[in-house]
């Protein structure tokens, strides 16, 4: 049996984070969460995960840059990254999607919707 | 008519000898036949009857001699005094210069003679020469009859003063040479009065009469010194006999007839002629008119057809002002305006003004005789209404001695004014035009304007409502997604109690702050609708604690109350939300170690009238404050300066927009001012007075 995939939420608001981080850990992941960008590039490099969940809004540097910056970085590259946003612009996807994001997902989401999308880009946890 | 040769220094004269039949007028011919000298003797020709009567006419060249400068050369003339031959009397006298008039003494020719004078009178008549103007000597003849009528007699008969008549026995010579010097006198006298001031000036002074006399000294000389029998046809003037006397006198009658016709033709043909011409000058008028719009150059063009048509003077357009005076607003040719600034040449012109239809003046010298400086030269003038401009006229002026308005100069002018008249009104309907064009183009830009900026206004409001849109999705979306996570973690796992209480606790946070999101939405909807609300006495401090408590700043923030202020009207509950939403900014912004501060104090509000007391409401943070530019954005509806960390949206940006809705509704503001040292104040200031705000006086009327 192989160990359970990592999967790092990055959100500034605790009250999102926490009903997802333990929704995917009752489906078997391993869950991981950070606050900002800082935090999660931490998180990365101690223990890069096999997808990360990304709010777009945060304080400092926002969600979109860092998705570029870890697009960029060939040893992070290929994590899968989706991007959560809570503004529903078409343009906002269209450049997650462009800076290479595996999918864009608009709040509110359904958690059931998430499970299939990690299912999708990892197989069962 | 008489006829001046300058050159020759010649005057040519026609004297006419008329009167009843067989009264003596060719006796009288034949004695000044035989006293002129025989050498210059011209041949005296008489158209004769075969019983020696005169058919047609005598007729005697006679030369004067030198009178004032001129050789005078007479033509004498006899009529037939026989009753049917009136065309050849007439032919006769036409032109004469001077009539004798040879009346027979037999008191039974009394009929005769009254017949012969009535009929002079109707021939002058019909020759047009005017028996009052044209000298008539009269001679009583065959004074030796046995009985012979009285010269007081015969003065009745013709209605002669006394005197006037020259006694004569022709037959014997007597009486003829005085009757002949008697008329010449008059005649040239006539002639002289009547000459042109140019022929005047050639005449040699001296007195006419003892000129006139001295020449006929050597006629008087030869005087024949017998009588009767001694008159006798000469043999150098046989007459010229006729057989048939009627067809003479028709050929005359119809030689009269024809050239009374072809005089009738001519005048009608230069009648025509001269119609023609005006018409041509009305159609150049209506041309020239026609293709202007300016009032100035349609006037001109009229003024100066009647000008040129009439050979007039001088043309104007007059109107007549409010005060009834001249007023020449345009004129060709001589300049009119003299006339209508002189008071009695203007009181005239005033009065033809006011006149329903075309007037004349035929002669100015009479009508206004002592404006003879303003009006020299002028002779008459024709005032004709240019409808329908009320008492506006065309004014013509004729000069010269002879100017006058002819009945077809009048119609010329009648037509010319209707012509005018249309081109005046085509000025005013292009004016009017251009006005309105001018107004259209006004009203157009204008139109333009209002809806420029309704459109600005409606992309404002799609800008508002792009917006709102955002602002309010993501503040909803944000606890939707914690409440939807939270409860499928609730329904589909079990989790461990502490983990139970956790979701449970943020489903609650995020449904408050939805609650907290709908609620202020729905108050700003509610903002126009609230205008009932009543004002009351409020103590500040009671504001300020329902404002801590709305916003959940009770311990959080330092407030400062001055304890002079007073109770002031207010409406409590509004007045608080709007200093709660100040308060809920700032709390949103400013660090935790800089406590958010709330200051109450007495100001003072400009107002147009001059100050008045209000109370400030101040409150103060330590946040990252405002970029100029949007310190007025921010009160706008959905406008919100947001989160400068995040770039979230922070709330739906309807909180400034609502305490400064309910600041002015108060009477006040609200307003944003950097905070010395750093961060943002927010200031409601509002009157302390009890004057009811005006916004809320209204709305209670309404």
Redesign the interface.
Known sequence: MTAPKRILIVD??A??R???E??LR?EGYQPATAADADEGLRAVESCPPDLIFLDV????K?GLTWCAELKSDPRYARIPIVLLS???QERDRERALALGAADFL???????ELKRRVRELLGSG | MAQWNLTDRMLYAKLVYYGPALGGKTTNLRVLHNVTDPNERERLVSVNTADDRTLFFDLLPFDLGSVLGYKVALKLYTVPGQVRYDATRRVVLAGADAVVFVADSDPARERDNRQAWDNLLQSMHATRLDPAAVPIQVQFNKRDLPGAASEEAMEAWFGLSPGLGVPAVACEGNGVLETFLAASRLMLERIVAIAEPQTRRTLHAGDLAAQLHASFAPYLARRPETGGAGIAPQSGSAPIVLESSDLLENAVASSVALGAQLADEHGRASRLTREAESLRRLSDTLRSTGASFERDAVLDAALTAAVATLGAAGAGFCTLDAGGHVRLERSAGRDLAPLAQDGGVASLLARMLMGPGPSVADDLDLEVPEAAGITSGLRALAVIPVEPEEHASLVVAMSGPDGAFADVDVRFLATLAGHLAVGLEKVRTYEELRAHRDRLEEVVSARTRSLRKAYDELKSVDAMKDRFLANVSHEMRSPLTVIISAATFLRDYEGDPSERAEMAAGILKASQSLDGLVDGLLRVARLDADDEAELEEVAPADIVADALSAAGAVGHARVLLDPRLAPFPAVPARLARALANLLDNAQKFAPAAEPVELHVSPCLLGRPGGAVAGVAFAVLDRGPGLAEEDAERVFAPFEQGGDPLTGKPAGVGLGLYEARAIARRHGGTVIHLPRPGGGSEFRISIPAEAAVPPIVKEARRA
């Open positions: 500034d608001d009250f999102i926490r009903p997802l333990f929704i009752e809004m945060m304080p400092g926002d809570a503004r529903g608009t709040k509110p989401y359904s958690p059931h």
